[in-house]
C-alpha cells in the first residue's frame, strides 16, 4: 500500500522556521523527483522544490529560494524541508509528492498535505 505520511506542519511568527517530513513507504520506482508543492486558499497547487533522486540535484522555485533546503534520507526513505525566514505568504497546505517511472510506466504520489501557518 502507497504511503506518504507527512509531519512537521504547524503554526509559527514570520520569521520563525519549521522542518516538514515526509516518510514513503509500499512503492519502488527506478527513477523519480520527489519533492513538495503547496496551495494557500484560493490559489493554484505550485511545485517549490524537488530533488533527483538519481543526482540529487535539486529545485527552488523563487518564491522560497535561498530561504528552504530539501533533503532526503535514503536509509529512512524521507524527503525533508527545512523551512526558514518564513513569511505569511507561505502559508499554505504542503504536499509531498513523488514522480516517476517504474517498468516504462509513470506513477505520481501524493501525500494527504499538511498545514503551515505564518501569523504573529
Known amino acids: 500500500q502507497v504511503q506518504l505520511v507527512e509531519s512537521g506542519g504547524g503554526l509559527v511568527q514570520p520569521g520563525g522556521s519549521l522542518r516538514l517530513s515526509c516518510a514513503a513507504s509500499g512503492f519502488t520506482l527506478d527513477y523519480y523527483v520527489e519533492g513538495w508543492f503547496r496551495q494557500a486558499p484560493g490559489k493554484e497547487r505550485e511545485g517549490i522544490s524537488f530533488?533527483?533522486?538519481?543526482?540529487?540535484?535539486?529545485y527552488y522555485a523563487d518564491s522560497v529560494k535561498c530561504r528552504f533546503t530539501i533533503s532526503r534520507d535514503n536509509a529512512k526513505n524521507t524527503v525533508n524541508l527545512q523551512m526558514n525566514s518564513l513569511k505569511p505568504e507561505d502559508t499554505a497546505v504542503y504536499y509531498c509528492?513523488?514522480?516517476?517511472?517504474?517498468?516504462?510506466?509513470?506513477?505520481?504520489?501524493w501525500g494527504q498535505g499538511t498545514q503551515v501557518t505564518v501569523s504573529s
Open positions: 509528492n513523488y514522480y516517476g517511472l517504474r517498468y516504462g510506466r509513470e506513477y505520481n504520489y
Open positions: 530533488i533527483m533522486n538519481s543526482d540529487g540535484s535539486t
